[in-house]
Structure formats: C-alpha cells, structure tokens
C-alpha cells in the first residue's frame, strides 16, 4: 500500500466490487468476506483475482493474492530471520507493510504517481510454522543458464533463514506431477549444482494438467510450489493457483520467471541473459575471425530470439564487429534499391568481409513465401519456426553467385551450446536474490504470484501482469539508435513502418496515465 496514504479505495480493473476503507496496517483479511471473491466460472475467478488499490494523486497498486484472501483464520507466527545470526547486523530486518515499488521511474512534474507493485522482501510474521512446511520445486520449458541456481537456493534460503525441513524436486516439468518420482532437496544435495548449466530436476515442455497437478500436490502435503520458467509456465501456475484456491487448500503458489530471450514484460530483465549475451561473444569473434581470413568472407550467427531480439542486440552492442543485425522485431527485405542484399553487396566491397548478427524469429514472413510453411507448434504452444541462418545464408550465396563474385560464408549456430551453460557471477547473484525473495513472499502466505526486478528494486508481481503481453525491442527507441549506429546499417523500414511503430509505443505510453486519471 501506499506510503503516506491512510485511506485508499480497493476496485476490480472489471468492475468495481465496493468503495472500502482500509488502515495502513490493514491486511486483505480485514476486507469484508462478500468483496473478497465470488467463485463460479474459471473466467469469473479470474476476473476477481485483480487486487487493486487506488490513493491518492494517480498511485496504483496491483497487489498480488494471499491465503488471506480465502483463509481469513489463518494463525500467523514471529519471522524466525529475527533470531538468525545472519541478520543480526541488519538494522532493518523486514520490509515495511507500505513499501511498494513503481512500475514507471521516468515521470513528469504533472504526472500520476503511476501504477506499484508490493515490494518483495521478509516480513515481520509469517503463515507457516517451520515444521508444517513441505515445498516443491519445478522446473518447465527450455533450458537456461541460472536453473541450478534458483534452485540452490530456494532449497538454502528455506532451510538456513526459516529451518525448513522438507524439500522435494518434481521431475521432468509438469508432467512430473502425476507422472514421475520425486528427488528429496537438501542443503547437501544442491551444495555445488549453481557450477553445472541445464536443470537437475530435468525439464520438459508442455504436461500441464491442472487437476491432475493439484490432486498430486495434495496427496503429497505439499504447501509451497515453485515454479520456475517462461510466460506459458507462469500462465499454468496462475491455473494452479486459482484450482488450489478454488480447493479452498493451504498452499502457496509462487513463480520465477525464466526466459533467455528476456521477453517477459515488466520485469527489467530475466535471469540468464546476461549469460547469454557474455556467451554470444565467443560465437560473434569467431564469426569475425572467420570473415577476416578470406576473401569476401562473411560470418553469420543466429542467436535466440523467438520473438524478440534483445540477445541479438545487446551482443551486437557489447561486441562492435557486427555489421549487420535482423531482429523480429525490425522488418527488411532482401532485394531492389536499399534492400538487405544490396547492402551486404556494399559492405563487403568497402570492407572485404563483414559479420552478420540475425534472431532466429526475423524473416519468418519472408521464409514462409519461399518455402512451404508448416505453421506447428511444439507442445508448449509455441510455433515452430523455420531456420533463418540457413534461408539467409542460402539467398546471400545466390546473389553472389548471380553477380559472379567470391564469397566465404561461415554460418555459426551457437544456441544450445549458450543454453546449456552455467550462469555467469552476475546472474548468480541475480538468481540468488530472486530465490531469496521468493522465499520470503512465501513464507508471508503471498501467492498467486512471481518475483521479478521492477526499476532495480525486487517486487511481487500478479500472475496476469506477467503474462498479458510479450516485452520486445522497440525499434524507434534510443537504444536500437545506438545500434544501427554502431552497425552503419539502414533500418530496412519504410516511412510508413516507421510511423506505425511509433504509434503504438505511444499508445502503450499513454494507455497506464489514462486508466489512473480514469480510476480517480
């Protein structure tokens, strides 16, 4: 809730449920039963699940569930961080009730005070008493550097700050559930896993039966789930929540969000990407060693980049060999005046070699008119592209062949090698403190909800938020400037792409201010 705000107004982003007044020390328990929820269909549960809360000059918050919510009689128990040695020089053991973090830092002297999340971090009482806790942990989707590491310590952060006894990992994803042993979680079982790259748990795609998922959870005794992976898995776990609620069951349902292409919104970034970009570099050095030693030579990497192009970008930024970089999210085309091949044409004749960066998802359109599109999907939804390192290497090679000119092309595909590695000491600590603050929501009885760093500070996000759009590259931002000045290239766009894109960024902009100004 809002600092400074003794009053504040709680509605649904629907419909508004009732004008209530709640203190500062007020929890969701304090909000009368009838406005809480009313169960009915799936669509209905999840209509209610928006928490928000309204104060004064435009301050939002989009607070996230908590067993509160639909167990008002749950005892609460003294943090045992109070007596850990650890903390013991702390001056400030747990996070103020009020704090929240913005969504937006860069404000104007006229603007709301923009939409907040709850700030992650421990709490002076927690819901569980050590003894009665039994956690899990999953991981889903692909891999990427840092699993081991949230892992590591999800299990250290619950048995060293809060004496947790029992850990169990779920095996294989989802389906691990109702499908597969568990491995039982000790300090000493994880003890070195953070130094190996993938997932010890084993991951899988796809697998998600809510029913089934629940009914296994409580067979087991299990109160607190961890589920760690991309927007699909966070869109299943919001699914588990609302059935272990719909259940009326003590359980703690809480996300940390992974994708190494960095596309989940509102967070400032995804653990394992730094990594990523780091280990992009080896691939990009090779690819220019390699152009520089023949004639006409050219060096092509794909990285990861399904629907956004932030690897593709930064490691273009970090490296300064690129000449060339394609994203999603930048449309091109490949022939007449200004198009892709008449500009590889130019560099190579100018320089005598050139390094080119692409995404896997830029060119789909174009790839899809050449060849016969299967448009599948692989079981967690997503639509199985087709190979644009490959297509683009092929046409560069016909086009040179056509003008009868040498060309040394060497195509570097380095994506599962960059998956598959250990995270680098940045994203260690970042892994660490996402597990840590995860932990400590929990504890808290927060659910429903996933941990993520908003404007460098750690906040509890609603499972919605996390999931209703994709974060990718705005192409009329400075940071893609930087880019295409550090490449020399063109932007490929025409006048009227240009225009559209910067409509919608605007749009999106203005969307947040008008809502606030709507809701006051």
Known sequence: MASGNSNIRLTNSYTQL??????????????????????????????????????????????????ADYLPDLPTYPNPLQDNSAYSVVKQYFVNTDDTVV??????????????????????????????????IVTCGGLCPGLNTVIREIVCGLQVMYGVKELIGIQGGYAGFYSKNTVALTRKTVDDIHKKGGTILGTSRGGHDTIKIVDSIQDRGINMVFIIGGDGTQKGAAAIYQEVKRRGYKCVVCGIPKTIDNDICVIDKSFGFDTAVEEAQRAINAAHVESESAENGIGLVKLMGRYSGFIAQYATLASRDVD????????????????????????????????????????????????????????????????????????IKEHFAKKKKTLNLKYIDPTYMIRAIPSNASDNVYCTLLAQCAVHGAMAGFTGMTVGLVNGRHAYIPFYKITESTNKVSITDRMWARLLSSTNQPSFMHKGNVEEEKNEVEEHLQAPVTATNNGN
């Open 103 to 136: 969504q937006k830092v860069i404000q104007h002297k006229n603007s709301s005070r923009g939409n907040h999340f709850r700030r992650a971090g421990p709490r002076q009482k927690v819901y569980f008493e050590s003894d009665e806790v039994r956690a899990c």
């Open 324 to 395: 060339l970089c394609l994203i999603p999210e930048s449309p091109f085309y490949l022939d007449g005046h200004g198009g892709l091949l008449e500009f590889i044409e130019k560099r190579i004749k100018e320089f005598g070699h050139m390094v080119i960066v692409v995404a896997e998802g830029a060119g789909q359109d174009l790839i899809a008119q050449d060849m016969k599109s299967m448009n599948t999907k692989d079981p967690s939804g997503n639509k199985l592209l087709l190979d644009v390192g490959l297509w683009l290497s092929q046409k």
């Open 18 to 67: 009732a004008d209530l007044t709640i203190t500062r020390s007020g929890s969701s328990a304090d909000i009368p039963r009838s406005a809480r929820i009313r169960l009915g269909s799936m669509e209905d549960i999840t209509k209610y699940e928006k928490k928000i809360y309204q104060g004064e000059a435009g301050y939002v918050l989009e607070d996230v569930p908590h067993l």
